[in-house]
């Protein structure tokens, strides 16, 4: 088991699922009272990883009533497929937009042809999942023992993001609708990927997560946050985000160039050892997404 694996709270785990083989990158949760949970599923290469860890958590596969999935994304819905093989009789929850992704992840893949150039194999196999029930804003999903998740809508990191909040323990899990966050390094950066993000909704549904009483953060990149920490990482992500635009719109507007904006934002986050210890092919492929998603969603 990894440090990053462990016990949040009485009824929360974290299960670090080791996306592209590197500890901390993405993360799943469970959420065990006398239903369990888990949120999300990872992606179609990190199953064994998820399945281990249930298993030193002393929590059987079989015993998992439902996945619930936060986003329309291959990270977090990708391995829902191949969990399942071990879960024959869970459910898989999500919004109606990202039921469809689910079901048919052909879209979703088309999109990330478009982007991902180079670095396309950092996208898994997305194998469809036939049955989804679709939860929305305002649900209650009952555990059993006091514990319940509250379903949020989150849109702007994609449309179909949602998040949960469970009251007994205080715990919100806002899948990647907060930032891509590393705390080692203190590095923040917007979750913009290009077609499914929206700015202004995305600002909104950062104040929507402040609005909330939470001890505990979990986010799908990466990990959990306990207070005072949690809610200056939500700020911080708000913070980080405007600059982002500023940087983006001055640039962009200037020089039509997204190889420009890349250099422009290099100077100013690029000494970030987090930033610095990216392969390149990768950071520019990850960068470059993310400018472009800002460039879409602003109409630059
Ligand atoms: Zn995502």
């Known amino acids: 088991m990894l440090d990053s694996d462990f016990q949040i709270n009485e009824h929360c785990y974290q299960i670090d699922i080791q996306q592209w083989m590197v500890p901390r990158v993405g993360t799943c949760y469970v ?21 281990k860890t249930l298993e030193e958590f002393k929590i059987r596969p079989d015993s998992i009533n439902a996945i619930v999935v936060t986003h329309e994304h291959y990270d977090h819905g990708a391995g829902v497929a191949g969990l399942l093989e071990r879960m024959p009789t869970t459910m898989v929850l999500a919004s109606e937009k990202t039921a469809e992704i689910l079901k048919d992840p052909s879209d979703f893949l088309e999109i990330s042809k478009r982007h991902y150039g180079e670095a396309a194999g950092l996208v898994s196999p997305f194998p469809p999942v036939k049955n989804v029930e679709i939860v929305e804003e305002g ?3 009952n555990l059993g023992g006091g514990v319940s998740l509250e379903v949020v809508a989150l849109p702007g990191h994609t449309p179909g993001s949602i998040g949960f909040f469970e009251s007994k323990t205080k715990t919100f899990f806002a899948g990647d609708a ?7 390094y203190e590095f923040y950066m917007p979750p913009s990927f290009p077609e499914l993000f929206n700015y202004e909704e995305y600002l909104k549904s950062l104040d929507k997560i402040l609005s909330y009483d939470f001890n505990y953060l979990c986010m799908g990149h990466f990990g959990t946050q306990t207070q005072p920490k949690a809610k200056q990482v939500v700020e911080k992500a708000a ?3 405007k600059e982002w635009k500023k940087i983006i719109e001055d640039t962009y507007r200037k020089t039509k160039s997204e190889e420009k904006v890349y250099q422009e934002l290099l100077k100013k986050y690029g000494d970030n050892e987090y930033v610095k210890n990216f392969p390149e092919i990768i950071r520019k492929s990850i960068l470059s997404q993310l400018i472009r998603g800002y460039v879409i969603s602003l109409k630059l």
């Not at 949970?37 to 399945?51: N, Q």
């Not at 907060?178 to 080692?184: I, L, P, S, T």
């Open 31 to 51: 959420v065990k009272s006398d239903k369990i949970f888990l949120i999300d599923a990872g992606t179609s290469h990190t199953t064994e990883k998820v399945l």
């Open 139 to 141: 649900d209650i999903i």
């Open 178 to 184: 907060v930032c891509n966050y590393n705390a080692q």
């Open 239 to 241: 913070k980080t985000a």
